[in-house]
Structure formats: structure tokens, C-alpha cells
């Protein structure tokens, strides 16, 4: 693995982490290994989506979808007495008396299975997944099929260095190795501030069979350091509740893009690529604030840029609150960068 000017967390030999935390590591594993013994699978939709579902149900949960997927209340009886016996001894129970309800959520994408916060997120260090993710692992497949096809960019005998700034739930990391040859070497590290985030991120990568650098801080500290891939998808709304895993800052929530952006292309190293996936509020059709704000970093000989409005109309219930007045639409973009020299 590189040698990183950061903290580098490794479950059981970091003092924030510990025993307890190792036990609670081993658990979720466990768990997530018996779901998908369990042939579990599901597709997370938008919060206004899941909120639909659950004013038209009105009982309790009648399978693994409904109480890992929907997050409906259950019986303990409709377990398997060891995964119940796993929650319990992991605290992933909310205990309602007569009945229950799972404190985490788990999502499908492709093979893999992910953990991520119970419905509705609202806490500040909530754990994210959903449509949003769907289209950032999408954006990383399709932007490592067209690497493939140039030359230079994956050579079997050299580890490929990744890293997933912000990586949440892990998603964008793992989609990144499963979208290289079956034969290629690689370095995953994996960022977040959120330990929680991190702590979920290592079980679906330990799961996944994928080992992985778990860096818990501030991406903007790590330093001297170079990277043949990076790939990001940071919050991206602006969030007056500043929560950590929706709020992008000023801009209309484009702040902290920019600044991973930057940071990022300083990482690269020669004929590395940066990967951002990102949301954009709109407030005309002529005026790109993402482009705009970067080509000053971009427009020269080190870089070969490209760019796409990957979705037109995302997360349109936003633009009812007052700091989005003057937008007229939040659309998702994706850009491409590779570091020449």
C-alpha cells in the first residue's frame, strides 16, 4: 500500500477503534454474509419514493427486503434465530416492545450488498445510498471501459493506486475494482470523515473480498502523495442542517466539489485520471458554475478534461426551499480528468 502523509485506520491496532470496535466490524460482516446467504437482493429508491411506499403499508415486515430494504417493523420471529442474535449483539435493533426495527439498511448494486443508515436519514453522520449511487458507480464503469480502450492506463504487473474521496458506503471504491481486468494488481484506499461511513465501507469491502487503506480525516491533509485513480462523489446539496453527508457548502451546495477538484488534480499522478460525479443547481442554461470556476486549473498542457450532464433533473423537491430560489433545476454531471505529465 502507498505510504500516505495521513492517518491510516486499521481496525484493531488504532486506539479511536479498538477491541469493541473490531467485535462490531466481525458482526456486520457476519451479518451481511448471512443476507446474502439469504439470496437478498434490493434496488434503494429516492426518499420521497420509500416515503410513498410506507404510507400505503400499514403492517409489519414479511421478509429480509422488507426489514433491510423498506425498514419496516418486524416480528422476531420472521428472522433466523442467528441473524436476530447478531443484530442484538451488534445494537442494530430498535425496539419498539412487540416488535422491532433495524437501525441499518442494506442495498444491492450488481454483486455486492451495502450497508448504509436507516430510513429516513436524517441524522448528521448518516450513512448514504441511494439513486445518487446508482448513477456514480454507472459514470465509474462506463469512464473505466473507455481507460481500457487508450494504452498506458492498466499494466497487470503495476498496482493501479485508487482512491474514493468521500466514499460513504464504499460504493464508488468497489466499483472501481470491479470494472478492472480480473488480473489487474491495485491499491484501495478509502475516504471518509465519517467513521461510521468508514466502518460500513470496510465490512462490504471485507465482504466483497476487496482489501482496502481506510483513511479517516480530511482528504485536503493528504499530501505528498500520488494516485493513478481518484474518484469522487461528494455532497453536493445545500443543506441548512449542514449535514455532513448531504452538505456541499456555499455556491448552492458546488463549494466542496470545487475544492475536492482541486485538491485531486495535485494528487494525480502522470497519466492519472480524476473521476468526479457531482450535482449542479442551474440557474441558466448558458452558465456552467462547475466549469466555469475550474477551467482555470484545467485549461493548459498537463490536462485532458471531459465533461457530461449526466442527468438532467435531480432531486427537484430541493428547489422548494428559499436558498434555491433562483435555480432552476440541480443536474448531475460527471467530469473526466487525465494528468498528461
Known sequence: ????????????????????????????????????????????????????????????????????????????????????????EADLLFNGGDCFRSKIRISSLGEDLFLHSHFPTNDSHAVFFGPDTYRFARFVRHSLRLFQLQSGFADRSIPIRVLDVGCGSGAGGIAVIRSLPIHQLYELNLN?????????????????????????????????????LIVSNPPYLNDPAARLYRDGGSLLGLELSLRIARHALGLLAPGGRFLLYTGMAITSDDNNPLLSELLPYLANDKFQWTYDEIDPDIFGEELKQSNYQNANRIAAVGLTVMRIT
Open 1 to 88: 500500500m502507498p505510504k500516505l502523509n495521513y492517518e491510516t485506520v486499521r481496525y484493531g491496532d488504532d486506539p479511536q477503534v479498538g477491541a469493541s470496535n473490531a467485535k462490531q466490524i466481525f458482526l456486520l460482516e457476519e451479518l451481511l454474509r448471512a443476507i446474502a446467504l439469504q439470496g437478498y437482493s434490493f434496488t434503494t429508491v429516492t426518499p420521497l419514493t420509500h416515503q410513498r411506499f410506507l404510507l400505503g403499508f400499514d403492517g409489519l415486515a414479511k421478509n429480509t427486503r422488507d426489514i433491510f430494504g423498506w425498514n419496516l417493523p418486524f416480528k422476531a420471529t420472521i428472522l433466523p434465530p442467528y441473524i436476530f442474535k447478531i443484530m442484538t
Open 192 to 228: 471518509d470523515l465519517n467513521f461510521a461511513a468508514l466502518e460500513y465501507a470496510r465490512v462490504c469491502a471485507n465482504v466483497a473480498g476487496i482489501p482496502v487503506n481506510v483513511l479517516h480525516g480530511d482528504f485536503f491533509n493528504i499530501k505528498n502523495s500520488q494516485f493513478d
